[in-house]
């Protein structure tokens, strides 16, 4: 919304432009020089591939380094809403005159801004939605941590691109796999790791891999697992996925897996890393205990709504969970708390930041819910 579509557009013109010129500049060497540098860049692309040089130029232009190759990039592809997209080759500006024919149509779709909109107001307004709406949601495993101190990070795209524990040398230095394989080896000993220093992992944009090998699953430990007790101190077990955002309240949805990834999130362990650095892991354990102990308390306060009123809640909450399932109250409730709604079955996640207050208030409202509906 800070740019319109034209502005868009013209980036990407041009950035392909600047490819061109850069790769006739390449071709000018070789002829030049006599020198053969393999260069290749597709059609419409902003990649350019070469013979990589010395390692002082790869480092001064942070340039990514394949085996015997040098790339060149700033994305992979033009976006595919450009023109037509130039089977003719015509030149760019017969393109950017194509373009701007286009935008006088008054029927171009409404999303694509063509003029500059003033977003202060609105950021304001939304964040003071959000901060409200904060102090009482009630579902969702997420948490709030103030990450200011890291802003200024936000100024840079950080890019952990490749295996996260490469051992080959890189000269791409805007990444943070330094901290990647931190977070990793801080998870791999408290998930007791026989030896933290020769495991494997990275942080992916999720976790929605296996927590396991299939071919191993079957002779899992079930009452151990049913236990909480899952780690790598059962023989069985040979890979363990994390849900990181799910505790840690990072900004930006990451995991743990197993599963070669190319491009990642630098920012997510970057921030985790700075949470976990700035509390012991007996801070975090005391935290779990208070959620745990929130948990029960607030089962127990709906349990007595359904012995003093007579009304089955259905509630179901695994043993250790932080997780309270039961009938869905209505919608004003869902709304006022953030409750996350399955069908008709409503779920309230407690995280540690979560207060009894908040809690005793919550039973008040579904008490005063449930009571009116069995009365109507």
């Known amino acids: 919304m800070n740019k319109t579509l034209k502005v868009h557009v013209e980036e990407a013109l041009f950035a392909l432009d600047l490819a061109e010129y850069l790769q006739q500049q390449m071709e000018m060497i070789e002829q030049k020089y006599g020198i053969n540098l393999k260069i290749f860049r597709g059609k419409l692309g902003l990649v350019i591939r070469f013979i990589k040089p010395s390692d002082?130029?790869?480092?001064?232009?942070?340039?990514?380094?394949?085996?015997?190759?040098?790339?060149?990039?700033?994305?992979?592809?033009?976006?595919?809403?450009?023109?037509?997209?130039?089977?003719?080759?015509?030149?760019?500006?017969?393109?950017?005159?194509?373009?701007?024919?286009?935008?006088?149509?008054?029927?171009?779709?409404?999303?694509?801004?063509?003029?500059?909109?003033?977003?202060?107001?609105?950021?304001?307004?939304?964040?003071?939605?959000?901060?409200?709406?904060?102090?009482?949601?009630?579902?969702?495993?997420?948490?709030?941590?103030?990450?200011?101190?890291?802003?200024?990070?936000?100024?840079?795209?950080?890019?952990?691109?490749?295996?996260?524990?490469?051992l080959y040398q890189d000269f791409y230095s805007l990444r943070t796999r330094q901290f990647e394989k931190q977070v990793i080896r801080w998870f791999s000993e408290l998930y007791r790791s026989p030896n933290p220093e020769k495991i494997w992992g990275y942080m992916p944009s999720g976790s929605t891999e296996n927590i396991a090998s299939q071919d191993k699953t079957r002779d899992l430990p079930v009452e151990e697992i049913k236990n909480a007790q899952f780690d790598f101190s059962f023989e069985e077990v040979k890979s363990i996925t994390t849900s990181i955002h799910k505790w840690i309240p990072s900004p930006f949805p990451s995991g743990q897996d197993y599963t070669l990834s190319t491009s990642r999130n630098g920012h997510a362990p970057l921030f985790t890393w700075d949470y976990l650095m700035n509390k012991t892991l007996k801070v975090h354990i005391d935290e779990a205990l208070f959620a745990l102990d929130l948990a029960e308390y607030l089962q127990q306060q709906m349990e007595i709504i359904e012995q003093k009123y007579g009304i089955n809640l259905k509630i179901f909450r695994g043993k250790l969970g932080l997780v309270i399932r039961f009938i869905k109250p209505s919608d004003e409730i869902c709304f006022k708390y953030g409750l996350l709604v399955q069908g008709g079955e409503a779920v309230v996640f407690i995280m540690p930041e979560k207060t009894k207050e908040l809690c005793d208030n919550f039973i008040e409202d579904l008490k005063n819910d449930f009571v009116f509906k069995s009365k109507s």
């Open 56 to 166: 002082e130029m790869c480092f001064k232009y942070g340039l990514v380094v394949q085996g015997g190759e040098a790339v060149l990039w700033q994305m992979c592809e033009v976006p595919q809403y450009l023109p037509q997209l130039i089977d003719d080759r015509k030149s760019s500006m017969q393109v950017k005159q194509l373009l701007d024919s286009q935008y006088d149509d008054k029927g171009v779709d409404k999303f694509h801004n063509h003029e500059i909109i003033n977003l202060q107001s609105f950021h304001q307004d939304l964040q003071s939605k959000f901060d409200d709406h904060t102090l009482r949601q009630l579902s969702f495993p997420t948490r709030h941590h103030n990450f200011e101190h890291m802003s200024p990070y936000l100024r840079h795209y950080l890019n952990n691109h490749g295996d996260s524990f490469q």
